[in-house]
């Protein structure tokens, strides 16, 4: 089953169901050895390093599952100035990353303009580096405009590709064909453009799942996201069970085998419900990680969900603690923008 899988790069819904239910440990263990080698075939041993700034939590939207909604009174918001952020920037190219992903809640008060400035300006200070944007669903001119001046990469999970599970999630606002058609927008303009999801979403099942597979098998992106979901005691899912370590391993190594050259992070998610879960990401066939260049002073604001790790580390700490962390299996952390690999 695992060399089709590999060969055809394609899963059917039966071998997802037998690879997500099997308790053979032994085929699991193969699953991951194949996407492992699968990744190193074509990223060597190399672990591309992203720098996140997170930079405002204010968030216009109201998504059940996470932190940092518009509903809860209890979030303390943030922004951080243009300053602010080029100082995050600063730090990290000395330290060696060379991606900076700028992630934030739907904040309106950044404005086109505002992201266009900051984009340039990081693009005019360090022109060797990629800059990713993660602020959500805009028009097809805003993404141009940004995409205009200089963005390289957006990362835009599509959460669940099951319109029935997508409106579990969210409120009646959000749709799911607008967040399929803004992927398709970014990939259009030129963006290395990243979807993904959460593992062990409420109501997800082995459809939705099937049905996320089906979705990056059609959009083809440079990059996808997954990570647990873990509960957030200020959300409508407080007392939802967070997605397991297990499953998050298995679903990386699908997707490594069935969309091979993909960047995949090993992500702070995972981090953060196994103390080895990013190390035993990469092992699973993942090659990115993305340590906190965030000042630490907002850190532990930045909450899509609870017991998040690393609020209270420096960014050289954070980085020094990932190459140790990758060393430590075999791996090695580069400087480098890390681009997709066609
Ligand atoms: N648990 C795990 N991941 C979450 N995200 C948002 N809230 C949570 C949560 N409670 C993820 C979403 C979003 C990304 C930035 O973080 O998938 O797209
Ligand atoms: Fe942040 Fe280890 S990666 S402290």
């Known amino acids: 089953m695992l060399e089709s899988i590999q060969n055809t790069q394609s899963i059917s819904r039966e071998e997802l169901d037998a690879i997500l239910q099997t308790q053979d440990s032994f085929l699991i263990q193969e699953l991951h050895k194949k996407a492992q080698q699968t990744a190193t075939q074509i990223y060597g041993n190399k672990i591309y390093i992203r720098g996140l700034i997170e930079f405002t939590n204010y968030c216009k939207n109201n998504c059940y599952y996470c932190g940092i909604r518009n509903g809860n009174t209890k979030a303390d918001r943030y922004r951080l100035t243009t300053e602010q952020i080029l100082s995050c ?7 060696g990353f060379r991606t900076f992903v700028l992630q934030g809640g739907e904040d309106p008060y950044y404005t086109d303009v ?12 360090y ?8 602020i959500g669903e805009k028009s097809e001119e805003s993404y141009q405009a940004y995409f205009n001046a200089g963005a390289d990469r957006y990362l835009l999970r599509h959460e669940t590709a099951d319109e029935e599970h997508y409106r579990k999630l969210h409120p009646q606002q959000m749709s799911l064909n607008n967040r399929k058609n803004c992927l398709k927008v970014l990939k259009k303009i030129g963006y290395q453009t990243g979807c993904g999801f959460m593992v062990g979403s409420p109501g997800q099942t082995v459809d939705t799942l099937y049905q996320d597979l089906l979705f990056i098998k059609e959009l083809k992106p440079e990059m996808v996201g997954i990570g647990p979901f873990i509960p957030h005691k200020d959300t409508p899912f407080a007392d939802q069970p967070a997605g397991t370590l297990d499953l998050t391993l298995r679903l990386l190594s699908i997707i490594r085998l069935i969309h091979p050259h993909v960047l995949l992070p090993a992500t702070t998610a995972l981090g ?7 190390e035993k990401g990469i092992l699973a066939g993942g090659n990115v990680v993305m340590p906190n260049l965030s000042p630490v002073n907002v850190r532990d604001k930045y909450k899509l969900y609870d017991n998040k790790i690393c609020t209270g580390d420096e960014a050289a700490e954070c980085k020094a603690c990932m190459a140790a962390r990758m060393k430590s299996i075999g791996y090695e952390v580069v400087t480098d923008r890390g681009d997709y690999k066609v």
């Open 89 to 95: 920037c600063k730090t990290g190219w000395n330290l």
């Open 114 to 125: 505002k992201i266009c400035q900051i984009v340039q300006e990081i693009k005019s200070k």
């Open 127 to 134: 022109p060797d580096c990629a800059v990713t944007l993660s």
């Open 272 to 278: 953060t419900i196994d103390p080895k879960g990013r």
